[in-house]
């Protein structure tokens, strides 16, 4: 710790002077937020690792904040006059007395969910190639129906320091990293294509041939596997969601409506809801920023608070919102840890950590024979969520029909359709296998925002969902 | 770009041979932007800041690497480029890669597209305040009393940029824009609150539509909106709206780019000259058109910007080819991608294509799904208004359609005299016949 100050001299003196210009014009609290992210890709086409992308953030960036308003100024160049001038920036949102500031700064110490000995960002690059050139091997040895592979290694590392006016000062070292490989395969003239990742806030040894291989052999058989997928029949159906990765449906459709900007604006479906049944009672749902290497997880948030766990639906009950600082207030409780941004060019808002439900009672495979007749559902991507509404739509990158309780053909190319509420409303069983998906490449946008979040999903049957396919149900295809 | 500028940036191109690279391309950009935003008639938010950075592209023979810092103090920059120059000595050699021929640089047109505005200081952020309230009084008049929220705002944007290559090339770059707009929330029935929006934006505020059009049109596309519900599958005609027809487009499109070729994810990979798409439908891109979003003198190669079509009558002429994959295709370049595609647009508004077609679907978003480019599959849910004798009677929600983007095309029956204004793809409405459409 201590690297902004003895990198670019940044100490707790000058920091005093930003808030102070920051609240120079009023306002209830302001923060300033400095950045240093250096980032890494190295990609693999036709056998070679043949190019390499870098990419630096440095910067700050300092807020006002009065009630729910926000004025907000960043700036590239780290010399006190231009940050005086973003701080006068962000001052220029009101125009009443001054506010004080703390006159003295307390480190903030949190438990480190993410600790490494060897960064990746450090790692020299003729140590990663072969964990990339490795997949590229194995997946053409895997399967003769393979004619393209893409492969590739992402790193970075983004530290953070935060000062507060109420006189909290915060430091971090975020790591992030994946591996990822995508595959093209041609037989009878049809082409299919699929795509994974490993990956979280890792250390390097984290990362192996061995690996490289495993993950080879997943994207090979997705991809495979397509070739004999049908398209499920168009309309309403039970649908049972798989372990792990699917829980970015829980994310979408359900978290994203649980955001407390949202629901303070009382734009969210959820905004009368709090305190009211929503779900069964064997349905509980966390946002955790605690889990252990998890890509969502954070020591601390960018508002600096700690990185916490909050129950958002604690047995069909809704019990907690996520909040940033401007929320808390708002609903007059502690801020939950959720105010994070994508860099110091953009202000916090409340976002997801790491989004998942509980596990239950049910064995997995009595849930499947549960559904009788409808689809089984092991990997989404693309969710999309109309925040008013609650109504979603996800694409079906990996599935299966479910026939008379059981697993049987592929599916491919379909889109689900639903709407929070009446999902959670419609979910009848919840299996006992909790899993939490194990990429880095997991993004979530809002507001022209992007911050890295993970989550999970024990199996669990929704009774009811619209899925979109190209037959009509009982029709030919 | 001022002559500092140019000085550091042809100093970057010197310093990055003098640690050993064979050739590099060096660009400099500056971004400068406001953003207000009101809602409950007071700032919500004010931003503004000044971006500046390098982005440097290194060639060692045939091994490469790109690397951007925003960081541009001499010393930094030196001890930036040397380590990107030396990392790049570790990537493995590949001989489609190196900066363009000279001769595909020749040609570039000298013409001002009037990409910047000379009046652009004079939108003061007191101007843009005024802007946000009279966008927020318009739409709140307009919502009544089922307004839950109304967040109106407006940003503006100054950029610029130079290019210079160890080769030769050139190229500077200005630009400006404004946008306003307005998100809002109205309640419905039960739990349900809508939102829609509308934005508009142009290179220069006088080239903007009046406050209150923008204020009333968000509203007005927001309270279309209420009552939506999704109703019985069903196969009939459908009216994708002009500013929407992007997200069906986009994956047309994706069978068309280089990478996607080579890479053998392209559906459309050997149909060059190959009727794909009904006679109706041709695709042309036009770099050159004064003012507009995606116009460019040159492209990301550094290619001089030209006209050209890429589909005509349901035949596709031309791929989106850059330098790098025309190297590995074994063909000529064309350009990496789309400047301003223009659909050519028909003669009748959508109001005259729904009172033709009687009933169908008039699609006015889209939400989520998914299209595959190797091999044209696609699945997206839609958002619009079930239209029946021509007149909208139900707002329609979680539904979807799904088909092959090569029978799909085959479907557009009509096109809409309404090209989008506020964007890069000038798109009318399009109608496609017997879509199915899965509800209930």
């Not at chain 2, 952020?125 to 966008?135: D, G, L, M, S, V």
């Amino acid at each position: 710790m201590g690297y902004f100050e003895n990198e670019f001299g940044i100490n707790d003196n000058l920091c005093q002077m930003l808030l102070e210009k920051a609240l120079s014009k009023g306002g209830d609290f302001a923060d300033v937020y400095f950045e240093h992210t250096i980032e890494n890709w190295l990609m693999l086409e036709d056998g070679k690792v043949n190019r390499s992308y870098g990419n630096i953030l440095l910067g700050v960036g300092i807020r006002t904040v009065k009630g729910d308003q926000v004025g907000y100024g960043f700036i590239q160049e780290l010399t006190k006059e231009s940050m005086l001038s973003a701080a006068a920036t962000a001052a220029s949102l009101v125009n009443e007395n001054s506010r004080p500031v703390a006159s003295s700064y307390k480190s903030l110490k949190t438990p480190n969910y993410y600790p490494f000995n060897d960064s990746t960002i450090d790692i020299p690059l003729q140590s990663k190639l072969p964990v990339v050139k490795a997949i590229n091997e194995k997946c053409f040895s895997l399967s003769n129906l393979i004619i393209k592979v893409n492969a590739g290694f992402h790193d970075s590392i983004k530290r953070i320091l935060i000062y507060t006016s109420d006189g909290v000062k915060a430091e971090d070292i975020l790591p992030r990293n994946f591996l990822f490989a995508s595959t093209v395969a041609k037989k009878d003239g049809r082409t299919e294509q699929s795509w994974y990742n490993f990956g979280g806030r890792r250390d390097f040894s984290y990362y192996s041939v061995g690996m490289a291989e495993k993950l080879s052999e997943i994207v090979v058989a997705r991809t495979v596997n397509l070739f004999d997928a049908i398209q499920p029949p168009a309309g309403e159906m039970p649908v049972v969601l798989g372990p792990g990765v699917t829980g970015i449906l829980l994310h979408e459709a359900i978290g994203h409506g649980m955001e407390a900007d949202f629901n303070r604006k009382k734009i969210s479906t959820y905004s009368n809801m709090l305190g009211k049944k929503v779900a069964q009672p064997f349905v509980t749902i966390i946002d955790d920023g605690t889990n252990p290497q998890q890509l969502g997880s954070i020591n601390v948030d960018d508002e600096g608070i700690p990185g916490k766990k909050t129950v958002m639906v604690e047995n069909g009950i809704l019990t907690s919102y996520l909040h940033d600082k401007i929320s808390a207030k708002h609903y007059g409780v502690e801020p939950t840890g959720n105010g994070r941004r994508q860099s110091y060019e953009h202000y916090p808002q409340p976002r997801m950590r790491n989004t998942y439900m509980l596990g239950g009672k049910e064995a997995p495979e009595d849930v499947i024979k549960a559904a009788k007749n409808g689809i089984y559902i092991e990997d989404v991507s693309n969710g999309q969520v109309k925040i008013g509404e609650g109504d979603f739509a996800f694409y079906v990158s990996q599935g299966r029909m479910i026939e008379d309780g059981k697993l049987t053909a592929p599916i491919k190319d379909v889109n689900i359709m639903g709407n929070g509420p009446k999902m959670l409303e419609n979910i009848t069983m919840v299996a006992n296998d909790l899993q939490l998906h194990e990429g880095g490449a997991g993004a979530c946008g809002k507001g022209g925002q992007s911050v890295p979040v993970s989550f999970g999903l024990p199996t669990c049957l929704v009774k009811s969902m619209t899925v979109g396919g190209t037959r009509q149900k009982g029709g030919a295809s | 770009m001022n002559r500092e500028i140019y000085d550091l940036c042809r100093w970057v191109i010197d310093t990055a041979k003098k640690y050993g690279a064979t050739d590099s391309k060096a660009r400099m950009s500056r971004r400068k932007f406001v953003e207000i935003r009101y809602r409950d008639r007071k700032p919500e938010v004010v931003k503004e800041a000044t971006t500046r950075g390098l982005n440097l592209d290194i060639y060692i023979g045939g091994k490469f690497s790109s690397q951007s810092t925003p960081d541009l103090r001499k010393d930094a920059l030196e001890d930036f480029i040397k380590k990107a120059v030396d990392n790049t000595h570790f990537i493995e050699d590949d001989q489609a890669r190196s900066l363009p021929d000279q001769k595909y640089y020749a040609g570039r047109i000298d013409k001002n597209l009037q990409l910047a505005d000379p009046e652009h200081n004079e939108l003061t952020p007191e101007k843009q305040h005024e802007i946000a309230k009279t966008i927020e009084n318009s739409c709140l008049e307009k919502t009544g009393d089922k307004v839950i929220s109304v967040e109106a705002g407006t940003n503006k944007s100054e950029w610029e940029e130079l290019i210079l290559t160890s080769n030769g090339f050139e190229g500077t770059t200005k630009t400006t824009d404004c946008w306003a707009g307005a998100s809002v929330t109205v309640a419905d029935e039960g739990d349900r609150r809508p939102n829609g929006y509308f934005w508009a934006g142009a290179r220069s505020l006088a080239d903007m539509p009046s406050l209150d059009y923008i204020g009333e049109e968000a509203a007005r596309r927001t309270l279309d909106l209420l009552g939506g519900k999704k109703i019985k599958t069903v196969t009939l005609p459908v009216i994708v709206e002009n500013r929407v027809v992007g997200n069906l487009l986009n994956g047309f499109l994706s069978g068309l780019y280089g990478g996607n070729i080579q890479q053998k994810r392209s559906f459309l990979a050997n149909k060059k000259g190959e009727q794909v798409a009904a006679n109706l439908f041709t695709i042309i891109d036009d770099p050159l058109i004064e003012k507009a979003f995606g116009s460019r003198l040159y492209d990301g190669d550094g290619f001089p910007a030209k006209q050209r079509t890429i589909v005509k009558n349901g035949t596709i002429e031309n791929f989106f080819i850059d330098w790098y994959y025309s190297r590995k295709l074994n063909c000529e370049p064309t350009t990496g991608g789309t400047s301003n595609l223009i659909i050519p647009p028909g003669d009748k508004s959508p109001e005259m294509l729904m009172k033709d077609l009687g009933r169908g679907i008039l699609i006015t978003g889209f939400i989520g799904g998914n299209s595959n480019s190797a091999t044209g599959d696609f699945s997206i849910g839609i958002i619009g208004k079930l239209f029946e004798n021509g007149v909208p009677v139900q707002s329609v929600a979680e539904m979807n359609i799904a088909d092959n983007h090569l029978n799909f095309w085959n479907k557009l029956a009509a096109i809409g005299n309404d090209p989008w204004k506020y964007g890069d793809w000038l798109t009318p409405s399009l109608v496609f016949s017997d879509v199915m459409v899965a509800g209930i």
